[in-house]
Structures are given as C-alpha cells and as structure tokens.
C-alpha cells in the first residue's frame, strides 16, 4: 500500500520532470534551428557567384594539401577532392602510408612525415598553396597529454610549416564549443589551436566548428557510437543543432575554399557549415540565385 502511494506520487512526478526538459530542449533547439548565423550574408554571396568561383579556382590550378587524411573526415574530404578535380595536385601528408582501398580508392601522392620533427620533413609541405587539417586525436585514446600533442602541437606545427613553404590558404576542423578559456580540456585546446593559428597570420585562415561528426567510424569507440545513436533523433528533427554529417564538413571546406573573400579569417560555426555545404544549391534563408 506504501509502495504503491509512493509509487504514484514519484511516477508521475518524474515523468513531468523528463517531459518539462524535453519541451525546455526542444524550445532550445528550435531556436537555434531558426535563428540566422554571423556568416550567413558572406555564405549567400559565395553561393551566388558559384560556378564563376569553381571555373576561376580551376583556372588558378591550385595544389592542396590534406593532413589526417586517414580520419573519418580526412576520408570524406579525400573522396570529394578526387570527385572534385579542383586542384591541379592534391598531397596527403601523414604518419603512415595506406593502401588505397583505405581512402575510397584514391590515388593522391603521399608523403610521410615525423610530427614531431617536422621541420626535418619541411619539404613535403613546398608549393602546396592551399592547406586542409583534419588531424586530431581523443583524451580517451592518447590521454591528456596525447591529446595536447597532436591537437596542439602537431597541428599549430603543421601551420607554421605549411606557412613557412608557402600555404596561403589554410583551413582547420576545430569544434563545436571551441573556447580557449574554457574549463573543458577538449573545448579549451581547440579554442587555443585556433588563436595560435590566427597568430601566424595567414594570407586566408578558415576554422570549422562541427558539432558531434555523424558517420559510420572504420576504429571501434564504443563511447561515441552510443552517443552518435542517442543524437540520431535530435539531427533529424534538428539537423544544425548539435551534429554534422561528415560529408557536410568536408563539402563545406572544399566549397569555401574555392570561394573568393575579402577575408583573412572565417570562423563557420555548426550551422553556416550546414549551409557551406550546400552551397551548390541556394542555401536556406539565402535569397534566390540569378
Ligand atoms: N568525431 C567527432 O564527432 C568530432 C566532432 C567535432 C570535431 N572533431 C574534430 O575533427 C577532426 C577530425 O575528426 P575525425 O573524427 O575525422 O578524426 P579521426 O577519425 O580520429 O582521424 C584523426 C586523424 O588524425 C591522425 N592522427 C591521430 N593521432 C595522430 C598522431 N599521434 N600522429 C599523427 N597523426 C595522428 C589520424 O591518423 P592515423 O589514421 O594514422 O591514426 C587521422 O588521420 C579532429 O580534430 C576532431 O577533434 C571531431
């Protein structure tokens, strides 16, 4: 009988309880769903002069480089610039050689280097103007430490390397939250490897922030396949709030490259890189194409 009263006294509370965070989330997410972003103007005047932009950028015949090539990211955007021909030559730099099968396939040069002597391997960043950074690591799989190393070190190394051989374009996945003051490790070195980056003042930096990357991960993590799974209905409903499709990021950096911009540094949060990426077609809220 106790049990019971209890029971109906703690169900119901508990449901209103879940049921009050849903519709505070969800007002949340609608917002941030609905609201416009910084970058949206210079995303709708790129996305006019589109098939100009491409034709003109192949005409320029760019060499690129790609750096984490063999992440899920590196991946996709390894598999959009063979699809692309956009560049006269693309260079994949890494700690390791792969078959191609690893990499959709593609055939690009690769060159190895020692991250932590890259100055010894300066050469295989020479006259690659335009330079893509998808490197990084988890505290979970390197440690704190690791994480540091290659979020940081290795890849404000591989800027100023690529910078000092002449890159003049340089683009880098960070994330979703990036603070550089941040409480949370994670958070905060990406905030940091963003301000070191703007530090060595390139030509033209541009700096990614996709939230939770939704793709099929070759590597075992338990961890973020479960939260990948639990994200599932919130990037249906809400597809900028919290997620990226990996495909997304690396649309959204290719087609930014070959855009032109009076700006020497571009922050793309979740959504303008959602918008970035479809960028083909008119992005949403942008006004029709001529
Ligand atoms: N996954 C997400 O949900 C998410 C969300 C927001 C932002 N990001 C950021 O987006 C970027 C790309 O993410 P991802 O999921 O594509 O990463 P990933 O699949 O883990 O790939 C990471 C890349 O970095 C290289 N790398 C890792 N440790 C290295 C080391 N010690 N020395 C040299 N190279 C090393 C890897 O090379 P090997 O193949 O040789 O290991 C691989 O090419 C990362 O900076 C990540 O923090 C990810």
């Excluded at 995303?43 to 192949?58: D, G, H, P, V, W």
């Excluded at 793309?268 to 001529?290: D, F, T, V």
Aim: proline share 3%.
């Amino acid at each position: 009988m106790v049990l019971w009263f209890r029971c109906n006294e703690i169900i119901p509370g508990t449901s209103l309880g879940i049921l009050f965070i849903a519709v505070i989330l969800g007002i949340y997410f609608l917002q941030l769903e609905f609201s416009g972003f910084p970058a949206k103007d210079r995303i709708c005047r790129m996305a006019s002069n589109y098939t100009e932009n491409l034709e003109q950028f192949k005409e320029e015949k760019h060499k690129a480089f790609v750096v984490g090539y063999t992440g899920e990211v590196g991946k996709e955007l390894v598999k959009q610039l063979a699809n692309s021909n956009l560049y006269e030559k693309v260079v994949l730099i890494g700690r390791r050689e792969v078959p191609p099968e690893k990499i959709h396939g593609v055939e690009f040069e690769q060159r190895v280097v020692d991250f932590e002597k890259l100055d010894e391997h300066a050469d295989a960043f020479s006259d690659l103007d335009v330079g893509y950074c998808c490197l990084g690591t988890t505290k979970g799989k390197a440690g704190a430490d690791g994480f540091v190393k290659v979020d940081f070190d290795y890849v404000l190394s591989v800027g100023q390397t690529a910078k000092s051989k002449g890159c003049k374009h340089f683009s880098l996945v960070s994330s979703q939250g990036a603070n550089k003051d941040s409480a949370i490790l994670y958070t905060r070195i990406k905030g940091q490897i963003e301000e070191a980056l703007k530090n060595l003042q390139f030509n033209r930096l541009s700096v990614f922030r996709p939230g939770v990357i939704m793709c099929e991960r070759e590597e075992s993590r338990p961890v973020e396949a479960v939260a990948r799974t639990l994200l599932k209905p919130i990037a249906f409903f809400f597809p900028t709030a919290m997620t990226t499709p990996v495909g997304y990021v690396a649309t959204s950096m290719i087609n930014n490259a070959l855009s032109k911009t009076e700006k020497t540094y571009e922050l793309y949060e979740n959504k303008a890189i959602h918008e970035l990426a479809k960028m083909a077609e008119a992005p949403k809220g942008c006004k029709s194409k001529k």
